[in-house]
């Protein structure tokens, strides 16, 4: 039991090292990732399933918070439900999207001369995406009465974007002078994918209004 314990602390002190280098110190650890051999399936249960469960655990939360547990049973028993696939359902379309982004990703490198990996395309949108992922943190309170709030979304959305930017040149090997044109294409394509996706789940009542 111990050594379980131990293993995470340490895995989770690797995570938040990761997660603040990547915000912090791009340049540098973009670098650092681009010599890494580490596999798309350790980046995926060690850093986005964590990261991705952000969004719905502090959207639900803040439901939770607000509301409470209803008094009746059929409405509480519902309500728990909802609490329960909700969260997942979201989770779940969050990684299809950064799937997708690592998709447009790898189909677009080599025509601005990356490489074509699809591996490597994975963790580029991965850890791209984190400052998206940090700044969820703040649907915890309702973005329809804070409609502010929705501005720090922005900033982290934007901060991606220069992290693109950097990803796709350091770990694809796009050209530095071809990496904004990629950036802009492959966000925009990955954007389009990503909508038909949540509109998809949301014309099948998966996903909540926030």
Not at 91 to 102: D, E, F, P, Q, R
Request: charge should be positive; hydrophobic fraction near 55%.
């Amino acid at each position: 039991m111990t050594s379980n314990r131990i293993e995470w602390a340490r895995s989770m002190r690797r995570l938040f090292t990761r997660v603040a280098n990547i915000v912090l110190h791009p340049d540098r650890e973009w670098q650092a990732i681009a010599q890494e051999r580490r596999g798309a399936w350790q980046v995926f249960k060690r850093y986005l399933l964590p990261l991705t469960a952000i969004a719905p655990l502090a959207y639900h939360g803040g439901i939770l918070a607000r509301v409470g547990l209803p008094e009746d049973a059929i409405f509480r028993e519902a309500f728990v439900q909802f609490l329960i696939l909700s969260p997942l359902t979201n989770w779940l379309v969050s990684i299809l999207g950064i799937y997708a982004i690592g998709a447009v990703i790898y189909l677009l490198a080599p025509f601005f001369g990356g490489q074509r990996d699809l591996s490597r395309a994975f963790i580029v949108a991965v850890y791209a995406t984190t400052p998206v992922w940090l700044t969820c943190l703040v649907l915890i309170a309702p973005i329809a009465r804070f409609p502010l709030l929705g501005t720090v979304i922005l900033i982290g959305a934007m901060h991606s974007c220069y992290l693109f930017y950097l990803g796709v040149h350091h770990v694809m090997r796009v050209p530095l002078n071809q990496a904004a044109e990629f950036t802009g294409i492959a966000l925009l394509g990955s954007t389009l994918l990503t909508t038909i996706l949540s509109y998809a789940a949301g014309a099948a009542g998966l996903l909540p209004l926030i």
